[in-house]
């Protein structure tokens, strides 16, 4: 099979942990005896540093012929303390989602039972976690009309009931396939908006009998995010409360540097790790590769590669069965993004000569 | 001294937890020789079911001529599955926040010692969690402009710098008086209200140059209340994101039974138990009174009775410390919610006796 493959690797430790994934995708390619084509793209910091945009028009021309596009992380030092600057990393980002019509945004979260003491809370809590969260990533208050009178500043959220219907449509397919319950996350005792949603997603739930519908307001999901996480199965939620909560779920596992994601759209789909450029860590070879590497996996589901990207997941439970890993997830040193990248090449190029061990 | 007391014991166990509230205010007026007269009034569910109106407008002008009041908690079963229904409990909950001007929201989180093992976090990471939440409670969101077009549904967040202003000096004020540090919580780097918030809040810090500011996002902050919760002491943030970051931050302690809060304006203030109705336990007299008890200590300090609120604060870390809990906090049985409530009244009525032991 041959696949066209956007690569963006961002900022900070953005282009390390894309170069692990990308060999993650050649080891796939050599085993599976595919062909993966990569045409690599600027976005964020790096691409205003070296156009004065950060979503230069071939980066977006990059993705749009894509078949699907990893992304590293964006963001740099330099534009932290001036969120109103004319030019800003993520605005690239927010045009990617917008352009590309990537109106939803995919996070499994899952505890890992080897690293279950890493997270903040507590064990009996955590063990066995597994949901997944949609979060809707092109409408709502990030995208209308925003700006300023003499004396205020104003942002408008709006909802059609396209954009509500779209994304609902694949977390009811999601939890389908999964445990079968949907958990809608809204203020729908104060919003209009989340009225709209609540209306609608609770109209469609009879199109899929088989899925119990849960609607929950915003304040008490962040409670129950902590109190009760293994309620979850799906989650879905507009895009403001989903970057909230999330990021809240996000450290159930103990750690950001596992989690993977998908934006998906119509068209072209983009894998990105959830943590972000982490300056401080970058060209130290100690970031770790694994979000990406799992976002890798998301990338091949979604290329209906499902054996590979099987294959991948058990090179990755490999890494941490075997303390392969980097140093955010040891006590002592850990190995460098580089050898944990091979690890899990080896592990893969390996599963070829062991024959009978494939796609378990 | 004399003083003017609003009740409104509202639904499920709110009335049950204002009861000894009452109690305990009745002993500070013996034993430190006050008179607070009482006038109760309907709100919420209990409100509509009398007079079709979740706030009536007797208890609008008994909460404005009140020198502050208490406010039990609001919402019924029956209203839960139609948020889009014309009467709801909580209509009188916003009401109440915008007619009286009650702007600044106040939620001190404390993760007591001898609770920590309650709480869904490990020990390590809350042990001295002790910080105070701010959150703007009559602008943004919750009271822009909401409806319908033809496929769609709207809401407008709008801040003015004046409510911005007078918030942000209430929350660097606290700050003088604690650790000296203040947390802005805003999305600066999405929605112009939160630019408007940075802009406003940074420039303030000119006037309190003992404060240190730090700003954070609002996706970063629902990590760290989790993941480093002891970094706070005063939290300051826009309507919206209080509501979810101030409920995520009372799970810490491990029982919201504890949480009181202040809610406060140019006049008069309301006090309230930061849990809500729990009807499954209503009439049971299970219901923990200790969020109401110390959401009257906190009433108790805004009518500058400090030493007053002192003993209040005492006699309830002494049934803490001696068991005498509701059974949210005990292994076994647990006490009544009346009985808790006399045991505090009694300490505080045994300090007279004890005399030397007073206002320590
Ligand atoms: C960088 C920022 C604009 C973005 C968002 O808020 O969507 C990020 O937090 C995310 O969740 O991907
Ligand atoms: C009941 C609801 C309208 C209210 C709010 O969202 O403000 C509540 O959640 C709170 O925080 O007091």
Redesign the pocket.
Known sequence: MKKKIGVLPGDGIGPEVVAEGIKVLDAIASRFNHQFDYEYALVGAAAIDETGNPLPDETLAVCKQSDAFLFGAIGHPKYDNDPSAKVRPEQGLLKLRKELGLFANIRPVTAYDSLLHMSPLKVDRITGVDFVVYRELTGGIYFGEKGRTEDAAYDHCTYSYAEIERIAHLAFKAAQNRKKKLTLID?A??LETSRLWREKVTAMAKEYPNVTLDCM?V?NAAMQMIQNPKQFDVVLTENMFGDIISDEASVIGGSMGLLPSASVGNKTAMFEPIHGSYPQATGQNIANPIATILSVAMLLDHLDLIDEAIEVRQAVNASLRNGMVTQDLSKGQGFGTDRVGDFIVNHILDGEASGSQNNI
């Open positions: 203020k005792n104060v307001f304040d």
